[in-house]
């Protein structure tokens, strides 16, 4: 039996997180709807649509992988949780105290998904309570959007 259960679309496409409704049988996603709930003026895209290929994708990780070859060769190896956590540790702490907190740039952003649960605030938290970092004035879109009107309308 097929039910239909809420959801969103994240991937900030322009919308604001397009609200779906995802068609479940046996446990699975086999595809998705525009939600009725939304009103009007919001039209999911194919984005939205396929979401589910991208969860059950076999290229979809699921399990944290360390490169064992040089890069670019395609070489991983499976690892468990605690030691990709442990390495990732290491990493932040060794920039921290060779570099200082200030070579740690936060680029958190959530797109659309942000406004729901402030995912990069937890992220700048992180960060803040690591010892600081360096972060953004604005976002990657409205960055990106003060330099191209610029250029399209002649000022700096």
């Known amino acids: ?3 239909e259960f809420p959801v969103f679309c994240g991937k900030d496409c322009g919308g604001d997180a397009c609200p779906l409704l995802a068609k ?3 446990g699975r996603v086999v595809g998705f ?3 009725p ?4 003026g919001i039209f999911p895209c194919a984005k939205g649509y396929t979401l589910g290929d991208y969860h059950y994708s076999p290229y979809a990780l699921k399990k ?8 670019g060769s395609g070489r991983f190896q499976e690892i468990p949780f605690d030691e ?3 390495i990732a540790t290491d990493g932040l702490l060794k920039v921290r105290d060779c570099s200082g907190p200030q070579s740690i740039m936060d680029l958190s952003s959530a797109g659309s ?3 729901l649960h402030n995912t990069s605030l937890l992220c700048r938290r992180f960060l803040n309570l690591f010892g600081g970092c360096t972060g953004l004035e604005g976002s990657y879109s409205s960055n990106a959007a003060k330099y191209a009107l610029s250029k399209v309308f002649g000022s700096d």
């Open 1 to 3: 039996m097929m039910k």
């Open 24 to 26: 479940v049988e046996g």
């Open 33 to 35: 709807r525009a939600n």
């Open 37 to 40: 709930a939304a009103g009007k």
């Open 64 to 71: 944290p992988l360390l490169r064992v070859g040089e890069r």
């Open 84 to 86: 990709a956590v442990e």
């Open 113 to 115: 998904t942000g406004a």
